[in-house]
């Protein structure tokens, strides 16, 4: 396997917000550019999140434009049984160790102060990335598509489509 990019990324422990106990969550450190903005936050990798949104510090450090207090920015986020207010950007993604491997996504940033962490979902990661999670032994491998396509001997989609008429490929 000459072209194989990936990375085992070990669980982390993070205090559950429901019971405060300790646990451990598939959160990784990712790295965002917006102009002359900078940031670095950890952010937790969830496969039911449709969307990528991250907390209004991080917009901050981005030097990101937001609507004054009391607006809705551009869309509403509802996480943990709360109305988010977001603002919606292009930034620039990057997940160490793949520093070579940025890509420009739409992000959504918390209006509001209190978000208590990001999350990674399908538009702007996992629709980037071939994922893999394994909760027995508490890791995640991130790796490119192509990496994953290499290390799979049968295309799983093709194999999936078999059972399910009228599906065809994404995109």
């Not at 990019?5 to 106990?21: A, M, N, Q, V, Y």
């Not at 969550?25 to 991250?54: E, K, M, Y």
């Not at 986020?77 to 950007?89: D, E, N, Q, S, Y």
């Not at 990674?120 to 980037?128: A, D, I, Q, T």
Request: one cysteine or more; a negative charge.
């Amino acid at each position: 396997m000459v072209n194989s990019r990936f990375h085992i990324f070990p669980w982390r422990e993070e205090e559950s917000l429901e019971t405060g106990k300790v646990i451990l969550r598939p959160t990784v450190d990712v790295g965002l550019v917006s102009g002359s903005g900078r940031a670095r936050a950890n952010a937790l990798i969830d496969t039911g999140a449709p969307i990528t949104v991250f907390p209004r510090g991080v917009g901050d450090r981005l030097r990101i434009d937001f609507p004054p207090d009391g607006s809705d920015g551009d869309e509403i986020v509802i996480m943990l049984g709360h109305r988010w207010p977001c603002v919606v950007k292009t930034v620039t993604l990057v997940l160490p160790p793949f520093e070579d491997l940025e890509w420009d996504a739409p992000v959504r940033f918390s209006v509001d102060e209190g978000l208590p962490f990001a999350l990674l979902g399908y538009e702007g990661f996992l629709n980037r990335w071939a994922v893999s999670f394994n909760a027995y032994q508490g890791y995640t491998i991130v790796e490119t598509i192509e990496s994953f396509a290499e290390r799979i001997p049968i295309d799983p989609f093709e194999e999936f489509q078999k059972g399910w008429d009228g599906w065809d490929r994404p995109g």
